[in-house]
């Protein structure tokens, strides 16, 4: 009962938690450089943004809709897992990273966040019209996004191996989810 709550309610709880993660940001302001707190906001604002995205199905069932036919293609346990782990998780070990390891590291949700925006954006003008994520999108993550984007990429230390590193990591998430959506889609019509 507890799995099936959480796969139709994670959104919900991502939002709730992200307005929590927003609240301790004064806290940190003192404590962090801005390119380490951007970094940060990324989660937050990511958690906004999936609740516009996955609200009531809406993405998978776009996706499955729009992208697929009606088939069944992106099921709920994979957006689940592409959601928390691909992005929760993720996030988290990259504000780890950056705190701990280079600052430069923090391109990585940077870039994760970036290329989620401008797939929705490409989405909206393929197909002119709406996709769940679009607003946010467009409102959040591109000046969220950008905004870190010039403030990490200008600190000391931060250099075009970050830059491939952070893209490159992105690229593989957002391509390691294509490969799955592509192979089940496959697999059903064969």
């Keep these: ?7 139709h309610n994670w959104m919900y709880a991502g939002f709730v938690a992200g307005l929590f993660l927003f609240a ?6 003192t404590a962090w450089s801005l390119p380490l707190l951007l970094v ?33 293609v992106l099921t ?10 691909g992005v929760w998780a993720v996030d988290l070990a990259v504000v780890y990273l950056a705190a701990f390891v280079g600052l ?23 197909k002119r019209a709406y996709n769940p994520g679009l607003v946010t999108s467009v409102v959040l993550f591109l000046p969220v996004g950008l905004w870190a984007l010039v403030a ?3 600190a000391p230390g ?10 490159g990591a992105a690229l593989l998430v ?9 192979r089940r889609a496959a697999a059903m019509a064969g």
Excluded: C
């Excluded at 301790?24 to 302001?29: C, D, K, R, T």
């Excluded at 709920?76 to 782990?85: E, K, S």
């Excluded at 957002?174 to 592509?182: E, G, L, N, R």
């Design 76 to 85: 709920t346990p994979a957006v689940v897992v592409i959601n928390v782990v």
């Design 24 to 29: 301790i940001v004064p806290l940190l302001v």
């Design 158 to 167: 931060v250099g075009p191996a970050d830059q491939a590193i952070g893209l």
């Design 104 to 126: 430069g590291l923090g391109l990585i949700a940077v870039y994760l966040t970036l290329v989620n925006g401008v797939i929705h954006i490409a989405a909206a003008v393929a």
């Design 40 to 72: 940060y906001l990324l989660l937050p604002v990511y958690m906004v943004h999936q609740l516009e995205e996955h609200h009531d199905d809406r993405f998978r069932r776009w996706v499955n809709e729009v992208m697929f036919g009606g088939r069944d």
């Design 174 to 182: 957002h391509a390691a989810i294509i490969v799955h959506v592509k």
């Design 152 to 154: 990490i990429s200008a």
């Design 1 to 7: 009962m507890t799995k099936d709550w959480f796969q």
